[in-house]
């Protein structure tokens, strides 16, 4: 038994005498950003998705360069993110998709107002049906919403989830969704099937695609994957006064197109004292849809890691970012 | 002659067996009543027992939302409590950065090689090595970090537990239960509330971790201290040792080796947790893997989980707290290494290895040891997908095995329990629980298919509908895991060489992050219940073929080579006398095959299952609107775990008393 308790004490001897000799002289932290600091660390948000590591990034390399601020990047899941900025542990998430939340804005920006509306990104986003463009090459007549009235061009969609309905597949149940109700409201002869996750949909795309086998889905665009493939959009049909009042009433009469995304970012209502130049930068700072994709390609195409793709561009294009700190 | 084993003459009299007959009779009288109701009774759950759990949760989460910075409760509690823990975190994480990688590599070495010899001690310095070449060795020390303060607190507070539980059979009752529960509970339901209460980043994802590493520890503490012979107990007293005196010198030190092995299992379940606490912004190695999938890049993933592996295989190697017993012998007829020599081996080597990288400048792994796997994985994943959905001859692939699953077996069994009015469903179960065990069994089971009930709509559609959903994929998962698991195991169970063959495989997919083989299932199986299946069924498996080649092992070797020398076949020895004794072992391996594939029914949701999995998935996809149905669903996954696991252990116990001479 002695010697057991020994070799723990031996054991632990070791530890702790390489621990304290490891932590004298830590030279490993204390190195951020460059330039001549001012103020704590800023931390922003990245979301799982290229676009908000292309912001975020942006924002780094233009608040650490020319605000001498050193900022800290989260990658974290939306939800968190809110919480995140409830209680100011992440200073600002600058993509955020109004349609995924709406309960979100109600509740800590217009409610508890611990969070503020830094104003739209630029881009614009929307979410609707999209299929793989061999199926409207084969079945013109699915480019619109009526194709699909047909129980036959249906059919090319089913699967043994769907049985005699064709399928249709949504991704991400975090994602706003109003399929059901616009199938069941239009009387479409579709099932509606929840993939789980946005891999399991991607996925679902290549499958598709390898087999020439119908897909229909809900997707969005921006998404890096319409770079490699084609996707088209099924028109829905436009949107009606009768909807929109059914969207603010949430009574599931819905049948009507998505609206469009205007994306916007937000910040900890902390943010505007605790740096207001930073502040003021994010709330200037806009990109477009073509500049945001151009280092969304950086990224996924050329295998650059979001810091380069986005030093890169800031190198390249300092009038565009120098408006932002006027 | 085994079937002698089976039915052995019952030793009762005739009165006795009559008022078995009788109290059976009035039984199955009662069960028959209770169907007939069943049937009258409305074939849906009525909208009054709705018990409005929903909007109860729903209400408690909206009000931590509005009351996080303001409430005593989080301002007093929950804040410090976090606060400790990310302190605890950084620091340990600076320790081993500070440490530099052959730094922690000499540590874990010397670890190994005072608690399980040079053997452990090369497997355990190798293990990690491996991670800094397949992965990245910064992120895969923050890993650690969170994983070394979460099996610390989850020590700290399953020990004592664990003593307590082993004093008390009530309490031991009602720990059990709770531990359990919070076990099953998918961990999607944890992770809104987790946030609400303890902030982002480390402080949720070690609650998280430890609420799932927690139960090993009470458990084999429990065990360990209820192992102690009584004699042992006696003569402590007898010398006037004091109960705590008894404890620490007596009690815990007996217990040594069944706490150990319950470190072990702490820590895998730890690392079975970290992948997904990344989604809380840990930004560890659980990162790696789920970016990986969201850009659909399986061999980044795949890379990423195997450093998880590697690190969960290096602390099981230096945890495991055992010298082979031929190393021990070993040991006592070489000339003992001296204390002394010891002691400056176990504190030089990692100092010499601390120094050393520092003056070299060694901070970063380097790059030239670094083997970029991804590019390996991706080819085999790129064949597999191209080379088995079809055209594989006779089963005709993966896409065929796909739809027979869904069309012939989920579809008509979701059907059949769907058709059924509820009510009917619980008197049926209810009735096979009574069968199995009695009444009391049959009671619980009612209990918790009765609570499922109660549990409201989801939209339009009850959880009742839900819950037999996940039944009925619960159940083909469970049968197509037996099916496969029972001959490898009953194999490995009697060839020593196909065991030592299959370790590897059933240990990589017991820790492997399930989330890095949801990309092929998706593309050999298609989105839907039947990928679901398959997820659950190759997480299922390595336990069950586990403990069915440990039940063989463990039957005595008398009676086997009793029937081969009465001239029993090899096979014959199998059928009749080792299957039978090994039965209990099979039974649990069994049960523990349900209780993986209830756990998996969450990570099946995320490609295409459905049902509860779905519902409890909702908690963390939109908690401002779902919360209260996710927690809904989670809980009925929970009443269906105790239900399935009571049952299948009644059988295990049944085949006892069936069998008792």
């Not at chain 1, 949504?170 to 929840?194: A, C, F, H, R, W």
């Not at chain 1, 009042?245 to 599931?252: K, Q, R, V």
């Not at chain 2, 993986?596 to 049902?611: K, R, S």
Request: charged share 15%; glycine share 8%.
């Amino acid at each position: 038994m002695t010697s057991i308790r020994r070799k723990g004490r031996l054991a632990i001897a070791g530890v702790l005498i390489a621990s304290v000799l490891a932590a004298c002289g830590d030279d490993s932290k204390s190195s951020n950003g460059g330039g001549t600091t001012s103020g704590p660390a800023i931390t922003l948000a990245v979301n799982p998705w290229t676009g908000s590591a292309v912001n975020a990034y942006v924002a780094k390399a233009v608040i650490e360069g020319s605000l001498g601020v050193p900022v800290e990047i989260i990658d974290i899941d939306e939800n968190a993110t809110w919480l995140g900025l409830d209680d100011g542990t992440i200073d600002a998430t600058l993509e955020v998709w109004p349609s995924g939340h709406a309960a979100d804005y109600e509740t800590y920006i217009t409610g508890k107002q611990t969070v503020v509306d830094l104003g739209k990104l630029g881009p614009q986003a929307k979410i609707g049906w999209y299929v793989p463009k061999f199926v409207i090459d084969a079945h013109p007549e699915l480019a619109t919403w009526e194709g699909f009235k047909d129980p036959e061009l249906a059919k090319l969609f089913a699967t043994a989830e769907s049985g005699e309905l064709g399928q249709f597949t949504m991704g991400d149940p975090s994602y706003v969704t109003y399929d059901e109700q616009i199938i069941e409201n239009i009387g479409l002869p579709l099932k509606y099937v929840v993939a789980g996750s946005e891999a399991a949909l991607l996925t679902a795309i290549d499958q598709s695609i390898a087999d020439q086998k119908p897909l229909l889905m809900q997707f969005w665009k921006p998404h890096w994957k319409s770079a490699r493939v084609e996707l088209v959009e099924v028109a829905l049909p436009a949107i009606t006064p009768e909807c929109e009042a059914s969207l603010a009433a949430s009574d599931g009469l819905f049948a009507c197109d998505y609206p469009i995304d205007e994306l916007y970012k937000a910040a900890s209502a902390g943010l505007a004292t605790k740096n207001a130049a930073v502040f003021k930068m994010l709330s200037a700072m806009q990109l477009t849809t073509e500049q945001q994709s151009e280092i969304g390609s950086f990224i996924d195409g050329d295998k650059m890691t979001p810091g380069d793709a986005a030093k890169k561009w800031v190198d390249a294009n300092p009038d565009v970012w120098q408006a932002w700190l006027a | 002659m085994a079937a002698s084993v089976e039915t052995l003459p019952a030793m009762e009299s005739d009165e006795a067996v009559r008022a078995r007959q009788q109290q059976r009779t009035v039984g199955l009288a009662i069960f028959a009543a209770l169907a007939l109701g069943a049937l009258v009774a409305a074939h849906d759950v009525p909208d009054w027992m709705d018990s409005g759990i929903q909007k109860w949760t729903q209400d408690r989460y909206q009000w931590s939302v509005l009351n996080r910075q303001s409430s005593k409760v989080f301002t007093w509690v929950f804040n410090p409590i976090a606060d400790v823990l990310t302190w605890a975190v950084e620091n340990t994480e600076s320790i081993l950065l500070a440490l530099r990688w052959p730094g922690v590599i000499a540590l874990v070495g010397v670890i190994g090689w005072r608690t399980g010899g040079m053997r452990a001690a090369i497997a355990g310095a190798v293990a990690l090595f491996g991670v800094g070449v397949i992965a990245n060795w910064d992120l895969a020390m923050r890993t650690l970090a969170i994983m070394i303060v979460a099996v610390l607190i989850a020590l700290l507070i399953g020990v004592p537990l664990g003593i307590l539980t082993s004093r008390s059979d009530r309490i031991e009752r009602l720990v059990r239960v709770l531990l359990d529960t919070a076990q099953v509970m998918p961990i999607f339901v944890y992770f809104s509330p987790a946030t609400i209460l303890f902030g982002i980043k480390f402080p949720p994802a070690v609650v998280v971790t430890v609420i799932y590493a927690l139960p090993p520890a009470v458990r084999l503490t429990n065990l360990g201290l209820r192992q102690v012979p009584i004699v042992v107990n006696e003569v402590g007293q007898s010398f006037g040792a004091t109960s705590l005196q008894q404890l620490l010198k007596v009690q815990l030190p007996m217990a040594r080796r069944t706490i150990l092995l319950g470190l072990n299992q702490v820590i895998m379940m730890a690392f079975a947790v970290v992948v997904l606490a990344s989604l809380l912004g840990t930004g560890d190695l659980g990162q790696d893997v789920l970016s990986g999938l969201q850009k659909q890049e399986v061999g980044k993933a795949f890379a990423a989980g195997l450093g998880i592996v590697l690190m969960a295989v290096a602390l099981d190697r230096i945890s495991t707290g055992e010298k082979s017993t031929r190393h021990s012998r070993l040991a006592t007829q070489l000339p003992t290494v001296s204390s002394r020599t010891a002691a400056m081996v176990a504190v030089g080597i990692p100092v010499l290895a601390v120094v050393v990288a520092r003056l070299a400048g060694a901070s970063l792994f380097p790059t030239s040891l670094q083997f970029n796997i991804a590019t390996v994985i991706d080819d085999a994943v790129q064949w597999v997908q191209e080379n088995l959905r079809k055209g594989v001859p006779i089963i005709g692939g993966t896409q065929a095995i796909s739809d027979f699953i869904t069309l012939y077996l989920l579809d008509p069994l979701r059907d059949f329990l769907l058709w059924l009015p509820w009510l009917l469903v619980i008197v049926l179960m209810a009735l096979a629980g009574w069968l199995s065990k009695g009444w009391r069994l049959s009671v619980t089971i009612a209990l918790c298919l009765g609570l499922i009930a109660t549990m409201g709509y989801d939209n339009k559609t009850l959880l009742w509908d839900h819950a037999m959903d996940t039944l009925s994929q619960v159940l083909v998962a469970i049968v197509i895991s037996i099916a496969i698991a029972l001959p490898l195991g009953m194999w490995a169970g009697r060839s020593d060489r196909v065991e030592r063959a299959l370790r590897p495989f059933l240990d990589a997919a017991q820790v492997l992050p399930q989330f890095v083989y949801l990309i092929p299932v998706v593309f050999l199986f298609s989105v839907g219940r039947a990928a679901g299946v398959v997820a659950c069924v190759i997480y299922a498996v390595p336990p069950c073929i586990r403990l069915t080649s440990l039940g063989m092992r463990e039957v005595p070797f008398a009676p086997r080579e009793a029937a081969i020398s009465f001239g029993a076949t090899g096979g014959q020895e199998m059928r009749n006398v080792q299957l039978p004794l090994a039965r209990k072992a099979i039974l649990l391996g069994i049960n523990q095959t349900m209780m993986m594939v209830l756990a998996t029914v969450i990570i099946a949701a995320l490609i295409g299952a459905g049902g509860l999995g779905l519902l409890a998935y909702r908690a963390t996809a939109k908690p401002q609107i779902d919360f209260g149905l996710g927690t809904a669903g989670g809980l009925s996954i929970v009443l269906l775990a105790i239900m399935l696991d009571r049952l299948t252990q009644a059988w295990g116990t049944r085949s006892d008393t069936h069998r008792g001479t």
